[in-house]
């Protein structure tokens, strides 16, 4: 199985509503990767996760919370969202976290739409 | 600064008609990783190829090819023969060791073939 699942492909909220994110791998990688990819960008680098710890914020508001409950999930809670984090949300996993030669496995994204 | 530049923002070829997509980097590392990721329209990114900075062989996978060359910081690739499938914007990244797993992604080039 070398797929990474994102659940929900669209989601629209308001921006008082609280949300998440769900990613999923079965690859045994220990890393796994938030993005945010506004249209005709390419992927800004939120969070990392690195055998369950996070290694990496990207300076990221704290409207956006992550979490990893395990070496295969990665959440992304959303709360008091702005119209501009409207996005493409992109989830990765890699082997590790340590390692500079691995490459990233993609999901298909959230689509979200905070009005 | 930029550390990977893909100059062209926007490519149209007709249908069979071979297409390069230049990326350039910028690095002070001796060792480091390239990579390109196709993302068509549905969104997700799809990894094509990984370059490690001591191998400068070219590589050839079926209709795809990459010209790597450390003198000119450069990690062109080659579409042969373009099909419409092809159409998508195509990203180049790169990943150094001091900046653990992170990926650098160039600005993207959107790639139309017309039938």
């Known amino acids: 199985d070398t797929e990474v699942t994102q659940t929900p492909k669209h989601l629209v909220m308001g921006m008082t509503n609280k949300k998440s994110l769900k990613c999923e791998q079965h690859?045994?990688?220990?890393?796994m990767y938030w993005y945010k990819q506004k249209a005709k960008k390419p992927p800004e680098l939120m969070f990392v996760?690195?055998?369950?710890?996070?290694?990496i914020n990207e300076s990221v508001p704290s409207r956006f919370s992550p979490e990893c409950p395990n070496s295969s999930l990665l959440n992304l809670h959303l709360h008091a969202l702005q119209p501009e984090d409207s996005a493409l949300y992109l989830c990765?996993?890699?082997?590790?976290?340590?390692?500079?030669?691995?490459?990233?496995?993609f999901g298909p994204g959230t689509r979200l739409t905070v009005l | 600064a930029q550390k990977v530049t893909q100059a062209q923002t926007e490519i149209s070829v007709v249908e069979k008609e071979d297409v390069t997509l230049d990326c350039v980097y910028e690095?002070?590392?001796?060792?480091?990783?390239l990579f390109w990721y196709k993302q068509p329209p549905s969104g997700e990114l799809v990894f094509l190829i990984r370059?490690?900075?001591?191998?400068?062989q070219n590589e050839i996978s079926g209709r795809y090819s990459w010209n790597f060359q450390k003198s000119t910081s450069s990690f062109n690739f080659t579409i042969t023969a373009s099909q419409v499938v092809d159409s998508a914007v195509y990203f180049c990244?790169?990943?150094?060791?001091?900046?653990?797993?992170?990926?650098?992604f160039g600005t993207g080039t959107s790639l139309t073939v017309i039938p």
């Open positions: 690859m045994g990688h220990r890393a």
């Open positions: 990244a790169l990943s150094e060791p001091n900046t653990g797993n992170q990926f650098y």
């Open positions: 996760y690195s055998y369950e710890k996070l290694s």
């Open positions: 690095t002070r590392d001796t060792t480091y990783y």
């Open positions: 370059r490690n900075s001591f191998d400068e």
């Open positions: 990765a996993s890699s082997q590790d976290g340590t390692s500079v030669y691995n490459e990233q496995f």
